[in-house]
């Protein structure tokens, strides 16, 4: 018979191990696959403009400002209206994944382009 820490324990293990994510953190790696599937690639390039500024463009943009982070946060999970290159305005997609991990990964891979 096995006694009540033991069940206690396994209860505790199977609980933690059920409520782990499914998947691991996005890596830099990761990044560029993903923007590709979400369809930012339609409006942005790696170094040329396109329909919006190429991420090597926004990088720049950004490059030694303290609230770099925020604002691209803000772009990626907000919807914001943004003026495209050609001056018309549009709706910014917002990027799918809530996770605040995987989101600072994936502002700091642009601000590092």
Known sequence: MKSIALKLAQVFALSAALSA?????MSDADVEPYLKKQGCFKC????????????KKIAEKFKGKPDAEAKILKNLTTSPTV????????????IET?????????TNWIMTR
Not at 44 to 55: E, I, L, N, Q, V
Request: hydrophobic letters at 25%.
């Open 98 to 106: 809530k996770d605040k991990g995987d989101l600072k990964v994936i």
């Open 21 to 25: 994510p499914a998947f691991a953190a």
């Open 83 to 94: 003026k495209l290159e050609d001056g018309t305005e549009e709706e910014h997609k917002e």
């Open 44 to 55: 942005h390039a790696m170094d040329k403009t396109k329909k919006g500024p190429s991420y």
